[in-house]
């Protein structure tokens, strides 16, 4: 069909097939068609309000809704990929791996180098504030750096933050005492402070509502992979015994110098936007704007707006989001933080099985991620799938709090039971996910994001306190503290479903009694920045 035939004035068909690949394109002239449907098709209310619409995503984004093919959108979704996801996932491997540098050097001689050990010989309760310092940072600067990254190019501020991190982690071998490791480690909290916030901004900018879980997962599994490389490399570097550093400062010069030249790169080589990135061209980013226009979280808008801070306060929805990331952080920087040390001292398994048995953990890790986006993509239910993976933390916990551990074989099943209880990190990767699929409106998502991980950081902050020194190294308190987050957990999930599903009725409601803001199929006002409550056309996800 020729660029001024449309069947359907909503929708703009496919003109011709692509020459390289089977994937179908658009010409600019069917492009500029579809913007100017609302010309041709005058129904009162369906209009795009372009003043509400940021002059960027303006630009880029048609007046019509776009039909874009299956083959096209896999296109597009690739090219995404290679850019985008990939800086993603290998950026949270290296931020990963860069805090798993302080699980695996607690047995690699850091404490006893640096003052941190009891008379009798045991890590001090000192050890645990290099956790918290970075946590209690990341609480104070969070909602500065929502601001700004709503306001900055994303990708050279994400670029600049690795650049810095990477240094301030190498200095990290530079430091003798523990006010030495205090400092370098609140100015890494500081710098690493805009990795996650980035990452939910981006997922939400360049992928539909139904790509973002997985994708989420894939870069949050990270966590897992660094338990696996971390824990093979942190063998290597305790094979170091003389020479003019310990094997634990080689630990952190390696990392930090890696992560330095890996932000000069991302610098370099990942878009801020899809308006913005001049890899792609003017068809493509046309087609990437308009790909993303069913999510109807918006794309971009600078303009602060103090009604959408009120509206994200009053909502529930980032309460429930907060409630799960403290939860579930709070168990896991504990656990990840005394990992080595329950392994070792714990378990009594040595110090080089200790390193890698880590690399079991991150296999576990990896499958319970992938296999709850699994579950996800088969029957679309995120809540029931997080609160499926939350019994085996209740079980594993409980197991370590009460089985013996005297001969080998209950060394092997605590071994298990504490890799078991991670399983609730599926939980805390769901909830980010969702997240970036149900909050609408940039000044909004600024500060539930923003609330999210101040909760995130006060979770985390608190995690390694109750390990408390004088338990170990059985440490009741922790795990006991561990077994009411969970409870908690289940609460929050059960009311979270309770409420999504009851708004979305709502607004099924008002479809079937004929109000058009609720059911209009041209998504008009995708992109007028409008807050997930204010547009009736939103549906949840849960």
């Known amino acids: 069909m020729s660029s001024t035939e449309v069947p359907d004035p909503d929708i703009v068909q496919p003109m011709r097939p692509h020459q390289d690949d089977a994937a179908k394109r ?29 002059s960027e995503v303006a630009k880029y984004s048609s007046a019509a809704r776009i039909h874009i093919s299956p083959e096209e959108n896999t296109r597009l979704r690739r090219l995404v990929d290679r850019r985008i996801l990939v800086v993603m ?42 956790t918290t310092c970075i946590y209690i940072t990341i609480l104070v600067v969070e909602y500065p750096q929502n601001y700004i990254l709503a306001r900055v190019p994303v990708a050279k501020y994400l670029g600049f933050s690795i650049i810095a991190w990477g240094t301030v982690l190498a200095c990290h071998a530079a430091c003798k005492s523990f006010t030495g490791l205090v400092v370098a480690r609140t100015l890494l909290g500081l710098f690493e402070s805009a990795c996650q916030p980035a990452f939910v901004i981006l997922s939400a900018m360049w992928y539909k509502r139904e790509e973002q879980a997985s994708r989420v997962t894939y870069w949050y599994m990270m966590n897992g992979a660094q338990q696996i490389v971390g824990g093979l490399l942190a063998y290597c570097f305790t094979l170091i015994t003389d020479g003019p550093l310990k094997s634990w400062q080689w630990l952190f010069m390696a990392y930090g110098i890696i992560s330095v030249i890996f932000g000069a790169f991302v610098f370099w080589w990942m878009p801020d936007s899809p308006m913005r990135a001049k890899c792609f061209s003017e068809e493509d980013k046309h087609l990437l704007v308009e790909r993303v226009r069913e999510n109807q979280t918006g794309l971009q808008n600078r303009v602060f707006k103090k009604e959408q801070v009120w509206d994200a306060l009053t909502d529930p929805q980032t309460w429930c989001y907060a409630g799960i990331q403290f939860t579930t952080t709070l168990p896991t920087s504990g656990l990840g933080a005394f990992a080595n040390l329950i392994i070792s001292g714990s378990l009594g398994f040595s110090n080089l099985q200790t390193q890698l048995l880590a690399m079991v953990l991150g296999f576990y890790i990896i499958i319970v991620l992938l296999g709850s986006v699994w579950l996800v993509k088969k029957f679309n239910q995120n809540i029931l799938t997080m609160l499926g993976f939350v019994i085996p933390s209740f079980i594993g916990t409980i197991l370590l709090m009460t089985v013996p551990n ?30 970036s699929r149900n909050v609408g409106g940039q000044t909004k998502k600024t500060v539930v994001v923003a609330t999210n991980f101040i909760f995130w950081s006060a979770g985390n902050a608190i995690g390694p306190q109750v390990f408390l020194s004088r338990e170990a190294p059985k440490y009741f308190t922790a795990f006991a503290t561990h077994l009411g987050c969970y409870a908690l957990l289940v609460l929050i999930l059960l009311f979270f479903r309770f409420y999504l599903a009851r708004q979305n009725k709502k607004r099924d409601q008002l479809a079937a009694t004929g109000v058009n803001e609720a059911r209009d199929e041209r998504l008009a006002h995708a992109f007028e920045d409008l807050t997930d409550r204010e547009n009736p056309n939103f549906r949840y996800v849960y």
Request: no cysteine; glycine share 8%.
């Open 89 to 130: 996932i290998t950026t949270y491997f290296l931020q990963a791996i860069d805090k798993g540098t302080l699980s695996f050097s607690s047995i690699m001689g850091l404490p006893k180098d640096t003052g941190m050990l009891t008379p009798e010989g045991k890590v001090s309760q000192d050890f645990s504030w290099l």
């Open 26 to 54: 658009y010409s600019m002239a069917e492009l500029e068609h579809a913007r100017s449907v609302p010309e041709e098709v005058e129904m009162k209310g369906e209009h795009p309000d372009y003043g509400k619409v940021d």
């Open 406 to 435: 005297q001969t080998f074989p209950q060394h092997v099943g605590l071994l298990i039971s504490y890799y078991i209880t991670l399983s609730f990190w599926a939980a805390q990767t769901l909830g980010l996910s969702m997240m």
